[in-house]
């Protein structure tokens, strides 16, 4: 278990730079044209709320780097499993969200008479794939940390014996010795 933290730290602080750099190029991310007018990230949902997850992964990832050395309590792996999940599930969502309206944006929706608009603002489109480049890059660390979190916890807890919750207070190893 000793020899997953390094792999869990070096995952944690990738997280931190992918997420931010995300945010950043999409939070700049602008473009005006004379005769179709200025498109800004936040007038887009599906972008608005891929910086906003950007923003509180990052966080996450801070607090947890530096909250890691206090693990005083006996289900604090079972939290940070429970918050990499839920991490990486809201990376998934807003990856899906940004990747929708970009796509639409570069191969429009003729059952709508939506047309494509990344002719007309290509730099924008260019900013906006770059920044769904690194979130995916930030969403595949919070997988790993996700697959890392839970074979911490079960290396450590067991399974549960017949229908009961396991003994997560002790090592595995220590609860088959009382047997």
């Not at 429970?82 to 969200?97: I, P």
Request: charged share 15%; aromatic share 10%; hydrophobic share 50%.
């Amino acid at each position: 278990m000793a020899a997953m933290k390094l792999p869990e730290l070096a995952l944690r602080l990738c997280v931190i730079p992918l997420a931010v750099a995300s945010l950043w190029e999409m939070a700049t991310n602008s473009q005006a044209d004379d005769t179709y007018g200025e498109v800004r990230f936040s007038n887009i949902s599906g972008f608005t709320y891929l910086v906003g997850i950007n923003a509180v992964t990052a966080a996450y990832a801070v607090a947890s780097i530096l909250l890691s050395p206090f693990k005083s309590f006996a289900q604090y792996d079972w939290l940070i499993l429970v918050l990499d999940q839920a991490s990486a599930y809201l990376l998934v969502t807003s990856a899906s969200a940004a990747a929708e309206v970009l796509q639409l944006a570069r191969r429009g929706d003729r059952d709508v008479s939506w047309g494509e608009v990344c002719s007309y603002f290509g730099s924008f489109c260019g900013k906006a794939t770059v920044s769904l480049a690194l979130h995916a890059a930030a969403l595949a660390c919070f997988v790993a940390l996700s697959l890392v979190s839970a074979f911490r916890v079960f290396s450590r807890c067991g399974h549960p014996h017949s229908g009961g919750a396991a003994d997560c207070s002790q090592p595995k190893q220590a609860q088959e010795q009382r047997k």
